[in-house]
């Protein structure tokens, strides 16, 4: 079964630092990965993704992202954190190996950053 | 301006009543989905359709049911809704499958009581 993680419910940071938002994933095939962005009393907005080709990918608003096959994982990052970035973060995984189309969420991330 | 739409965005009803929260995309996309988010669990995949007359369960599809007879409307029935379905729904297309990015709804919080 495909599955993702997300270790830490918050994540705190002073602006102007560096951010990290931590995702893991199930081993079982080749996965397509995503960071979704929620801001209060609204859906969630698209990120970033990671299908294949570089392991670094860059996405809206400064956000980039490094996939890891050796530790399965997917963290999120951000060179320099903005009050304004403060949310909740959810990474997401889908196989490109089996005919499961369903996409599924980890359990989110708050990230909460101080002026 | 390309938006996916619910109604109603807010909803209190009672155990047993029939209930329907309709979705509505304007961007041609294919795929349509319904998930709900709980507290510590993020969202879950409850029903996906890649085209229509075309649709799958996703991860928690008991209690649910849709359909998909137009591209564009995506409609999740609640036949007879208990208090464990008290939640915050979102409904999100994407262009062609769950490897697109998808655009997500305003959501709908719906209590049963």
């Known amino acids: 079964a495909q599955s993702v993680a997300q270790p830490e419910d918050q994540v705190n940071v002073a602006e102007g630092n560096p951010l990290t938002v931590k995702c893991t994933y199930s081993?079982?095939?080749?996965?397509?990965l995503f960071w979704y962005v929620q801001y209060p009393n609204r859906g969630l907005q698209f990120l970033l993704k990671?299908?294949?080709?570089?392991?670094l990918v860059k996405g809206s608003y400064g956000f980039e992202a490094e996939f890891n096959k050796s530790q399965t994982s997917f963290h999120l990052k951000k060179p320099s954190a903005l009050v304004s970035d403060s949310a909740l973060y959810f990474c997401?995984?889908?196989?490109?190996?089996?005919?499961?189309?369903?996409?599924?969420f980890g359990s989110g991330t708050r990230l909460q950053v101080q002026p | 301006e390309a938006q996916v739409t619910q109604n109603p965005r807010y909803l209190i009803t009672v155990t047993g009543k029939k209930l329907t929260v309709t979705c509505s995309q304007n961007?041609?996309?294919?795929?349509m989905s319904w998930y709900r988010q709980d507290p510590g669990l993020g969202l879950r995949q409850i029903y996906y359709s890649m085209n229509v007359e075309v649709t799958d369960k996703g991860d928690v599809p008991e209690g649910y049911k849709v359909s998909r007879k137009e591209k564009r409307n995506f409609p999740l029935i609640l036949e007879s809704p208990s208090p464990n379905q008290t939640s915050l729904y979102f409904c999100a297309s994407s262009l062609s499958g769950s490897y697109n990015e998808q655009f997500f709804g305003p959501g709908t919080r719906l209590t049963v009581l």
């Open positions: 961007m041609n996309h294919e795929y």
């Open positions: 081993v079982s095939g080749n996965p397509y």
């Open positions: 997401a995984v889908r196989y490109m190996d089996t005919g499961r189309r369903a996409l599924t």
């Open positions: 990671y299908i294949t080709g570089d392991n």
